[in-house]
Nanobody, 120 residues
Protein backbone atom coordinates (compact mmCIF):
# COMPACT_ATOMS: atom_id res chain seq x y z
CA UNK A 1 0.00 0.00 0.00
CA UNK A 2 1.17 3.51 -0.85
CA UNK A 3 0.49 6.64 1.19
CA UNK A 4 1.02 10.31 0.41
CA UNK A 5 1.30 12.98 3.07
CA UNK A 6 1.30 16.68 2.18
CA UNK A 7 2.43 19.56 4.34
CA UNK A 8 3.27 23.22 4.12
CA UNK A 9 -0.08 24.87 3.50
CA UNK A 10 -1.29 27.92 5.36
CA UNK A 11 -2.40 31.51 5.20
CA UNK A 12 -0.20 34.01 3.40
CA UNK A 13 -0.58 37.57 2.17
CA UNK A 14 -0.66 38.37 -1.55
CA UNK A 15 2.87 38.44 -2.91
CA UNK A 16 4.07 35.99 -0.30
CA UNK A 17 5.54 32.51 -0.63
CA UNK A 18 4.84 29.01 0.56
CA UNK A 19 6.54 25.68 0.03
CA UNK A 20 4.46 22.53 -0.12
CA UNK A 21 5.90 19.07 0.42
CA UNK A 22 4.52 15.64 -0.38
CA UNK A 23 6.19 12.45 0.78
CA UNK A 24 5.31 9.05 -0.63
CA UNK A 25 5.73 6.00 1.59
CA UNK A 26 4.86 2.33 1.55
CA UNK A 27 5.64 -0.58 -0.73
CA UNK A 28 7.23 1.46 -3.50
CA UNK A 29 9.30 0.07 -6.33
CA UNK A 30 9.36 3.18 -8.47
CA UNK A 31 7.65 6.54 -8.84
CA UNK A 32 7.20 7.70 -12.41
CA UNK A 33 5.28 10.94 -12.04
CA UNK A 34 4.42 13.27 -9.21
CA UNK A 35 1.88 16.01 -9.74
CA UNK A 36 0.30 18.83 -7.78
CA UNK A 37 -3.37 19.62 -8.35
CA UNK A 38 -5.60 22.17 -6.68
CA UNK A 39 -9.29 22.65 -6.17
CA UNK A 40 -10.86 25.96 -5.26
CA UNK A 41 -14.36 26.16 -3.78
CA UNK A 42 -16.98 25.58 -6.45
CA UNK A 43 -14.40 24.72 -9.10
CA UNK A 44 -13.05 21.57 -10.64
CA UNK A 45 -9.71 20.13 -9.63
CA UNK A 46 -6.97 21.41 -11.95
CA UNK A 47 -3.39 20.47 -12.63
CA UNK A 48 -0.85 22.90 -11.19
CA UNK A 49 2.52 21.31 -11.92
CA UNK A 50 4.00 17.91 -12.62
CA UNK A 51 7.40 16.25 -12.74
CA UNK A 52 8.40 12.88 -14.13
CA UNK A 53 11.25 10.63 -13.11
CA UNK A 54 13.62 12.08 -15.70
CA UNK A 55 13.08 15.57 -14.32
CA UNK A 56 10.87 16.99 -17.05
CA UNK A 57 8.33 19.43 -15.66
CA UNK A 58 5.10 21.00 -16.82
CA UNK A 59 3.04 23.84 -15.39
CA UNK A 60 -0.37 25.36 -15.73
CA UNK A 61 -0.17 28.67 -17.58
CA UNK A 62 -1.56 30.44 -14.52
CA UNK A 63 1.45 29.53 -12.38
CA UNK A 64 4.33 29.62 -14.87
CA UNK A 65 7.13 31.83 -13.65
CA UNK A 66 5.78 31.84 -10.09
CA UNK A 67 5.72 28.18 -9.02
CA UNK A 68 8.53 25.65 -9.18
CA UNK A 69 8.14 21.90 -8.79
CA UNK A 70 11.05 19.71 -7.77
CA UNK A 71 11.61 16.24 -6.39
CA UNK A 72 14.07 14.45 -4.15
CA UNK A 73 14.12 10.86 -5.30
CA UNK A 74 16.14 9.77 -2.28
CA UNK A 75 13.28 10.88 -0.04
CA UNK A 76 10.38 10.07 -2.39
CA UNK A 77 9.33 13.67 -1.90
CA UNK A 78 8.02 16.32 -4.27
CA UNK A 79 8.02 20.02 -3.49
CA UNK A 80 6.07 22.96 -4.82
CA UNK A 81 7.69 26.33 -4.24
CA UNK A 82 5.02 28.99 -4.66
CA UNK A 83 6.11 32.61 -5.00
CA UNK A 84 4.22 35.81 -5.78
CA UNK A 85 1.04 34.23 -4.52
CA UNK A 86 -2.28 35.70 -5.58
CA UNK A 87 -5.74 35.43 -4.02
CA UNK A 88 -6.77 33.25 -6.95
CA UNK A 89 -4.20 30.66 -5.84
CA UNK A 90 -6.39 29.95 -2.82
CA UNK A 91 -7.39 26.29 -2.94
CA UNK A 92 -6.84 22.88 -1.44
CA UNK A 93 -3.66 21.49 -2.97
CA UNK A 94 -3.43 17.76 -3.61
CA UNK A 95 -0.44 15.61 -4.41
CA UNK A 96 -0.67 12.68 -6.80
CA UNK A 97 1.91 9.97 -7.46
CA UNK A 98 1.94 7.29 -10.14
CA UNK A 99 4.36 4.42 -10.09
CA UNK A 100 4.78 0.73 -9.34
CA UNK A 101 4.71 -1.04 -6.00
CA UNK A 102 6.96 -3.90 -4.93
CA UNK A 103 4.66 -6.36 -6.71
CA UNK A 104 5.18 -4.30 -9.86
CA UNK A 105 1.53 -3.29 -9.82
CA UNK A 106 0.75 0.25 -10.91
CA UNK A 107 -0.40 2.61 -8.20
CA UNK A 108 -2.11 5.98 -8.67
CA UNK A 109 -2.41 7.53 -5.24
CA UNK A 110 -3.54 10.84 -3.76
CA UNK A 111 -2.76 12.73 -0.62
CA UNK A 112 -5.36 14.18 1.71
CA UNK A 113 -4.81 17.76 0.58
CA UNK A 114 -3.40 20.86 2.23
CA UNK A 115 -5.16 24.22 2.36
CA UNK A 116 -3.53 27.30 0.88
CA UNK A 117 -5.21 30.65 1.53
CA UNK A 118 -3.93 33.90 0.05
CA UNK A 119 -5.52 36.93 1.64
CA UNK A 120 -4.67 40.27 3.14
Amino acid sequence: QVQLVESGGGLVQPGGSLRLSCTVSGSIFSINAMTWYRQAPGKQRELVAGIISGGTTNYADSVKGRFTISRDNTKNTVYLQMNSLKPEDTAVYYCNAVGRDLSRNVFDSWGQGTQVAVSS
